[in-house]
């Protein structure tokens, strides 16, 4: 509720006076897209509007000193100016009175627990045992313990009793309705409490970890706690609600535009294609998508057509005899990857994800190495962090894996753009295979 909240105080003055209504909807957008930023958005379960203030303030006349600039730039009268500023600032107090208010309130609902989140804590050492004593004792952190797992190393001589092992947290969640899954000291090794979080019902729920070093978390912000105890929201290890709807919004924009601006090099190379090796210019071929779930891609034919088996397992043909001239030349500027555009906007792939495989080579690589699965829980996509890193062709397995966990896990809309702006300088060195 801290978005609305803050949305009307920035246009209150609007009530007052329609005058300055250009400068006070730039003065809103600015401060959201500021406060955005820096995290003032982010869930917390400590709520104290004295923790959040330094920030707000900050924020708050890092903004106001722009509009002002801009607004004294375009209007000389020092009358407009004032009165347009007395609004501003008008907007500032409102800010910071509203955040009081839906502070207070927000902790009000979560003390009579009106609202309240059930939350499984993973890990029965002594500091899972603290985490769920405070939980059972203050209601305002909005969380209610209902249970704790463990590794089963640890199930019986943990400090907290435990509910269940690792492999019982996806019964566990559905049985006891959990929202929430603290992460407190787990007795085991990161990758496999990994793997249990990206289970399907584990993925759905909100995470929140207890940093393991405590001295070294980040500084940015305002930090949050319970009871003392530092804790981080872990972000969204999957792409679901807003952060979905965002970044297929994007896919959408950008393959329908690209589909559209690059139609005459579409043309061109499916005349080339055409009279290169007759008709079947396109070439569809089944690759693993997100969830594990086949679907069709399509690229430009860049080779004689060959049996359906060995496509299917032959791992590379960087250096195949039946690659034709104009096959390579569209090989090695990634024109054949073109055509999945069309797999973009029919939402098989996104324009950035891990590249799709074929579905022999994702069981090979899935046994292999264990972070390599876990590619697969976004959607794949025409390029990504690894391609841009230089890891394509015969490049480790392992080094692809990493990366492309690194973008999921990291993922955000600029960093898109940044790979994006990555592959047109590839594409433009005629860097491909």
């Not at 981080?232 to 950008?254: M, N, Y």
Request: hydrophobic share 45%; net charge positive; with cysteine.
């Amino acid at each position: 509720m801290t978005l609305p909240v803050d949305v009307a105080a920035l246009l209150t003055p609007l009530v007052l006076s329609q005058d300055y209504w250009r400068g006070t909807l730039a003065n809103a957008v600015l401060t959201v897209a500021i406060f955005t930023a820096g995290g003032l958005y982010r869930p917390r379960r400590h709520l104290s509007i004295l923790d959040e203030l330094p920030s707000l303030s900050g924020r708050l006349l890092a903004s106001a000193a722009v509009v002002a600039i801009i607004a004294a730039e375009r209007h000389e009268s020092v009358t407009y100016v004032g009165g347009f500023m007395r609004g501003v600032a008008l907007s500032a107090v409102l800010v910071i009175v509203g955040r009081a208010v839906s502070r207070a309130f927000i902790t009000l609902v979560r003390q009579r627990r009106w609202v309240e989140h059930n939350a499984i804590i993973v890990g029965s050492g002594p500091i899972g045992l603290e985490l769920a004593r405070l939980l059972r004792r203050h209601p305002r952190y909005g969380l209610r313990y209902v249970g704790c797992v463990d590794a089963p190393t640890r199930a019986d001589t943990g400090a907290l009793t435990v509910s269940g092992n690792l492999d019982d947290l996806e019964h566990l969640v559905r049985l006891l309705e959990c929202d929430v899954l603290v992460i407190a000291d787990p007795d085991c090794s990161e990758s496999e409490l990994m793997e249990t979080l990206l289970r399907p019902r584990s993925s759905r729920c909100d995470l929140w970890a207890v940093p393991r070093l405590w001295g070294s978390r980040s500084h940015g912000g305002y930090p949050d706690h319970i009871g003392a105890i530092p804790i981080e929201k872990i972000g969204d290890i999957t792409f679901s609600g807003p952060r979905w709807a965002v970044k297929r919004a994007s896919d959408i924009l950008f393959s329908a535009t690209a589909m559209l601006v690059l139609s005459p090099l579409l043309l061109l190379c499916a005349l080339a294609t055409f009279a290169d090796g007759g008709r079947g210019i396109f070439f569809r071929q089944e690759r693993i998508g997100r969830y594990g779930k086949p679907f069709r891609v399509i690229k430009f034919r860049s080779m004689r057509p060959t049996d359906d088996a060995e496509s299917q397992t032959n791992w590379s043909i960087a250096h195949d005899q039946r690659v034709s001239l104009i096959g390579r030349f569209l090989r090695r500027t990634s024109l054949d990857e073109l055509p999945q555009l069309w797999n973009i906007l029919r939402g098989d792939m996104s324009v950035v994800g891990p590249r799709p495989e074929r579905p022999y080579f994702v069981e090979k690589f899935s046994a292999e190495y264990p972070s390599y699965a876990m590619r697969h829980r976004v959607p794949v996509g025409l390029t990504g962090l690894a391609q841009v890193s230089g890891l394509r062709g015969d490049t480790p397995i392992s080094d692809r894996a990493r990366f492309d966990n690194y973008y999921i896990e990291n993922w955000s809309l600029w960093l898109d753009i940044k790979i994006v702006l990555r592959t047109v300088r590839e594409v433009l060195r005629a860097g491909g295979r």
